[in-house]
């Protein structure tokens, strides 16, 4: 049974820091496809990270490139995400998804795996 726990969320000023992680059982993050997504209220859950398995590529939307990076430590069981350079607009719960195919994917419906969200706030 796969299951992923985010960690690291809280509450930072704007221009601040935080690095997410997900635990990951059950699968290795790096046989699998992974990503980071968030969801603002009111607003459909986006993606702002992926890696992908198969080649050593990530992808970035517009929003956060240059600012946050995806990676994998080496044991390949946690994905971690730093944030930086943090603005009130990145304020939303961030969730760990994992599919077990290696290519990697932009679309949440393409994600078999969920974890449960962390709170990540930014003051202004």
């Known amino acids: 049974q796969v299951q992923l726990v985010e960690s690291g969320g809280g509450l930072v000023q704007a221009g601040g820091s935080l690095r997410l992680s997900c635990t990951a059982s059950?699968?290795?993050?790096?046989?699998?496809?992974m990503g980071w997504f968030r969801q603002a209220p009111g607003k459909d859950r986006e993606l702002v990270a992926a890696?992908?398995?198969?080649?050593?590529?990530?992808y970035y939307p517009p929003s956060v490139k240059g600012r946050f990076t995806i990676s994998t430590d080496n044991a390949k069981t946690t994905l971690y995400l730093q944030m930086n350079s943090l603005k009130p607009d990145d304020t939303a719960v961030y969730y760990c998804?994992?599919?077990?195919?290696?290519?990697?994917?932009?679309?949440?419906?393409?994600?078999?795996?969920w974890g449960q969200g962390t709170q990540v706030t930014v003051s202004s």
């Open positions: 890696i992908s398995a198969l080649f050593p590529t990530t």
């Open positions: 998804a994992a599919s077990s195919k290696q290519v990697l994917f932009v679309r949440k419906q393409d994600y078999e795996f």
């Open positions: 059950g699968l290795s993050v790096g046989s699998s496809s």
